[in-house]
């Protein structure tokens, strides 16, 4: 179950109706698992830093990477997020 994918991302998703989870994304190439979306998850020690970096690779469309090992909630639960 766990992976790494680098690419762009192409879509981003806040649902207050989801308790505890923050942003989540979409990207290109899609994402293999979690119904092609990975989130951050508010008790994430780097929850807000993760977002900030996501953010910004979003608005600028800017290349990143992300690592996951595991799902949570459905779909993929990010726990590194890189740029290059």
Known sequence: ?????????????????????????QMNPQLPEGAGWACVWKDSPLCQETTNLLLNNYSGNKPCTITWNSLRGGHIEIAIAEVP
């Open 1 to 25: 179950m766990a992976g790494k994918i680098s690419g762009t991302i192409t879509k981003l998703r806040l649902d207050k109706d989801i308790a505890g989870r923050g942003i989540c994304i």
